[in-house]
């Protein structure tokens, strides 16, 4: 069985040892891009009502690590996953035209991740998964991915669909009817007919930061990995998105950033669903 793309525990520090020694050139988060993702992930978990989130690729990693930090030790706290995942379009033919090995290497990985069409039709919760989108092409060729492994699993489809939900992080504009969304004209939504579509808005600013910046933790997991995800030395820039990692971590679990959130998700108009005012009640504690 192919390896799954490896990714540090930053809970477990030993795993670490001394890489993040000497690292002068390291900034943390600006305050202003702090704010926004402390904002954006109250408005997530608004939004999920209680589901667990999966964050597809590298953009949303900066979410992970800092909701994986604030969820430490919260009983009410759905499950957080990083997906990785990087494939915007598969090419002539679709998904089922790709090289089976390739397939199998990522179906595989997504079974060892608790996330596999069988998996996701019978947890208790929800899946939410956040992304940053901008035309839907990433989204798209998931769900055609997890479309086809559960036909290959023998895996009622309608099983799994009713129990996705789709958070987009999209670019900010002025809200108007005229607002372009990016579920609109998709023909291929019509797999997903059940599955609950939102958006949340975040500036543009801070979308290209974390899409389009070269410090992410790990190397994009695209097909030519799939079934053979290689390690690598690490680079300078990995080792700053490390860092980075290990303090949003850090931060999360911190009682003072847990309440600014937990104040965030209260003014959210989702405060009246129950699950999301259990979660407020155990960030409190």
Request: proline residues 6%; glycine residues 6%.
């Amino acid at each position: 069985m192919p390896e799954t793309p490896f990714r540090w525990n930053i809970a477990r520090r030993e795993q670490l040892g001394s890489l993040l020694e000497d690292l002068n050139d390291y900034r943390f988060m600006h305050a202003e891009d702090l704010a926004i993702l402390r904002r954006t992930s109250a408005r997530v978990l608004a939004m999920s009502n209680g589901a667990n989130l999966a964050f597809i690729g590298r953009s949303p990693e900066n979410f992970f690590d800092y909701l994986s930090g604030v969820f430490e030790g919260v009983e009410a706290a759905p499950a957080c996953h990083l997906v990785q995942f990087s494939m915007r379009w598969p090419g002539e033919g679709g998904v089922r035209a790709l090289p089976r090995e390739k397939l199998e290497g990522l179906f595989a990985y997504f079974r060892a991740l608790g996330l596999a069409p069988a998996d996701i039709a019978k947890a208790p919760a929800p899946l939410a998964l956040v992304d940053f989108i901008a035309y839907g092409g990433t989204m798209q060729t998931l769900i055609a991915l997890l479309h086809l492994q559960a036909e290959w699993d023998g895996v009622d489809w309608n099983g799994v669909q009713r129990r996705l939900k789709i958070i987009g992080l999209t670019h900010r504009t002025k809200n108007s009817p005229n607002t372009w969304r990016w579920q609109q004209n998709q023909d291929w939504l019509d797999l997903i007919p059940d599955t609950m579509i939102k958006n949340v808005s975040v500036p543009s600013g801070f979308l290209f930061l974390i899409a389009n910046t070269p410090e992410k933790v790990t190397r994009s997991h695209h097909i030519g990995r799939w079934d053979n995800p290689e390690r690598a030395p690490l680079s300078r820039d990995q080792l700053r998105a490390l860092r980075l990692a290990v303090d949003l971590y850090d931060l999360g679990r911190t009682r003072a950033e847990r309440h600014l959130l937990a104040g965030l998700i209260a003014r959210t108009h989702q405060i009246r669903q129950p699950k999301t005012r259990r979660l407020v009640t155990a960030l409190k504690l």
